[in-house]
C-alpha cells in the first residue's frame, strides 16, 4: 500500500512541476520586459530542481540530489550576474 501512494505521490509531483515549467517557459517567451524573462529563467531553474529532486525520489539514489545543489548554487550566481549586468551594464567592478 505504501508503494501505491508514494507512486501516485510522485506521479502527481511530476505532474505539477512539469506544468510549472510550462508555465515558466510560456513566461520566458511571452515576457514584455528584460526583468520578466530574467524571474522566467530563474524559476524555471527552481523548477528544474525541483524535477531533479523529484527523479532523485523515485530513483532512490543521491546522485540526483547532488547535482540539484551544484545546479542551484550555479543558477544563483548566474542570476545575480545577469541581474547586475542588467543594471550596471558591467559585471565586474
Known amino acids: 500500500m505504501t508503494g501505491a501512494i508514494l507512486s501516485w505521490a510522485l506521479a502527481f509531483a511530476l505532474a505539477c512541476v512539469s506544468l510549472a515549467i510550462l508555465l515558466s517557459l510560456f513566461r520566458l517567451v511571452r515576457g514584455p520586459t528584460s526583468g520578466d524573462r530574467i524571474l522566467a529563467v530563474d524559476t524555471l531553474t527552481i523548477n528544474v530542481i525541483a524535477l531533479i529532486v523529484v527523479f532523485g525520489v523515485a530513483e532512490a539514489t543521491q546522485t ?9 548554487m550555479v ?7 545577469y541581474c547586475k549586468f542588467l543594471l550596471r551594464g558591467d559585471i565586474v567592478e
Not at 75 to 81: G, I, K, L, M, S
Open 64 to 72: 540526483y540530489f547532488e547535482a540539484a545543489l551544484l545546479l542551484a
Open 75 to 81: 543558477a544563483f550566481v548566474a542570476t545575480v550576474a
